[in-house]
T-cell receptor
């Protein structure tokens, strides 16, 4: 069974304090790994897709990396507006377009 | 494009009543998903359509849940009869099959009392 585990569950940072979020996965053939951001009361917002080990994607203060077993979302010099829940999802190579989500990391950045 | 549009945004109903949630996917997308989100279980896929055809409904919890996609621009998720444990936020998402990434609506917060 495909599984996604995110850690930590919650993370509190000071503004400017860089850190990383982890997404570990077990999947029968990875077709893609996705990162989403979710603000309270809103739907998940797509951030990145990673397709193969060694791939990296960047957007503003966020950088996502992928290995064969896990993905990291690095946040450099975060700002309060980066506060949100960050969700990771895997797309297994089953032929079905089914995303399996982790339970997310709640990030709070204090000024 | 306005993105994925869901209605209603909030729904409060009494146990035993029928509830219908609605979704308009992004124009041109050929895959549509219904997810349910709770604090305990996170985001769970309920059903997935490709080109208006249900492909995987293994996540639908019980026969009380049903989903339809009569055309490429509209889908419904129906719960009949509703129960308090159905209370959750229900999201609709759409995508292009080849790309994988799904774009979500704002969700419907369902409360069954």
């Amino acid at each position: 069974e495909d599984q996604v585990t995110q850690s930590p569950e919650a993370l509190r940072l000071q503004e400017g304090e860089s850190s990383s979020l982890n997404c570990s996965y077990t999947v029968s053939g990875l077709r893609g790994l996705f990162w989403y951001r979710q603000d309270p009361g809103k739907g998940p917002e797509f951030l990145f897709t990673l397709y193969s080990a060694g791939e990296e994607k960047e957007k503003e203060r966020l950088k996502a990396t992928l290995t064969k077993k896990e993905s990291f979302l690095h946040i450099t010099a975060p700002k309060p507006e980066d506060s949100a829940t960050y969700l990771c999802a895997v797309w297994a190579n089953t032929g079905f377009q089914k995303l399996v989500f982790g339970t997310g990391t709640r990030l709070l950045v204090s000024p | 494009d306005a993105g994925v549009i869901q209605s209603p945004r909030h729904e409060v109903t009494e146990m035993g009543q029928e509830v219908t949630l609605r979704c308009k996917p992004i124009s041109g997308h050929n895959s549509l998903f219904w997810y349910r989100q709770t604090m305990m279980r996170g985001l769970e896929l309920l059903i997935y359509f490709n080109n208006n055809v249900p492909i995987d409904d293994s996540g639908m919890p019980e026969d009380r849940f049903s989903a339809k996609m009569p055309n490429a621009s509209f889908s419904t998720l129906k719960i009949q009869p509703s129960e308090p444990r159905d209370s959750a936020v229900y999201f609709c998402a759409s995508s292009l099959f080849r790309d994988g990434e799904a774009f979500f609506g704002q969700g419907t917060r369902l409360t069954v009392v």
